[in-house]
């Protein structure tokens, strides 16, 4: 069973560009949660998808987008990258109903680099 | 979402118990206590909740006091491996948007 699996592993671009990330969850799982982590810290909520719409967004400006397919994969985007926007990208899969645990599946993340 | 206050990092032998204690003096009513671990350049990993008293699993027990404004998390007989940043989490179950604060870096040592 593949967890949650996240491409590309490494990205590198440069300021004003834009950038599309992808993820595909954890088989079983319909909802996919993004967060951005910075050198250092932890990671910040940026958006959460279920049923192909943004459920749930953190404090984050609307460069930040993203979309939910219909077989529950994401993908983030960022138009006009700044430097700022380096960081470690990660994926998260859950099951729309936790139930009683607060268990989010991470992938290994995206490490981008704003040049 | 409460907020919560770790030790920033923590050095400790292989063999021994490991300690981490995590402050979270606002935590209400419906909020439980969760903890993740993360290695380097990998995503966090799910380790252990609760909401009072004790609990325990393959891995770790987490101690939650009755007033639950703190809680530790204990690590039996740390290995290297175990080498790794380690955050608390408060919030209520089903709440999609988990906070992370910065962490406790725990170093383990030969």
């Known amino acids: 069973d593949a967890g949650v699996t996240q491409s590309p592993t490494h990205l590198i671009k440069t300021r004003g560009q834009q950038v599309t990330l992808r993820c595909s969850p954890k088989?079983?799982?319909?909802?996919v949660s993004w967060y951005q982590q910075a050198l250092g810290q932890g990671p910040q909520f940026i958006f959460q998808?279920?049923?192909?719409?943004?459920?749930q967004r953190g404090n984050f400006p609307d460069r930040f987008s993203g979309h939910q397919f219909p077989n529950y994969s994401s993908e983030l985007n960022v138009n006009a990258l700044l430097l700022g926007d380096s960081a470690l990208y990660l994926c998260?899969?859950?099951?729309?109903?936790?139930?009683?645990?607060?268990?989010?599946?991470f992938g290994p993340g995206t490490r981008l680099t704003v040049l | 979402l409460a907020k919560t206050t770790q030790p920033i990092s923590m050095d400790s032998y292989e063999g021994q118990e490991v300690n981490i204690t995590c402050s979270h003096n606002?935590?209400?009513?419906?909020?439980?206590i969760t903890w993740y671990q993360q290695f380097p350049s990998q995503g966090p990993r799910f380790i252990i909740q609760?909401?009072?008293t004790k609990v325990t699993n393959e891995v770790a027990s987490l101690f939650i006091p009755a007033d639950r404004k703190s809680s530790t998390l204990s690590l039996p007989r740390v290995s290297l491996s175990d080498t790794a940043v380690y955050y608390c989490?408060?919030?209520?179950?089903?709440?999609?948007?988990?906070?992370f604060g910065t962490g406790t870096r725990l170093t383990v040592i030969p």
């Open positions: 606002n935590i209400a009513t419906n909020d439980y």
């Open positions: 998260a899969s859950s099951p729309f109903r936790l139930a009683t645990y607060n268990e989010q599946f």
């Open positions: 998808y279920y049923e192909e719409e943004e459920r």
């Open positions: 609760g909401y009072k």
């Open positions: 989490l408060v919030g209520a179950t089903g709440a999609n948007n988990l906070f």
């Open positions: 088989s079983g799982h319909d909802t």
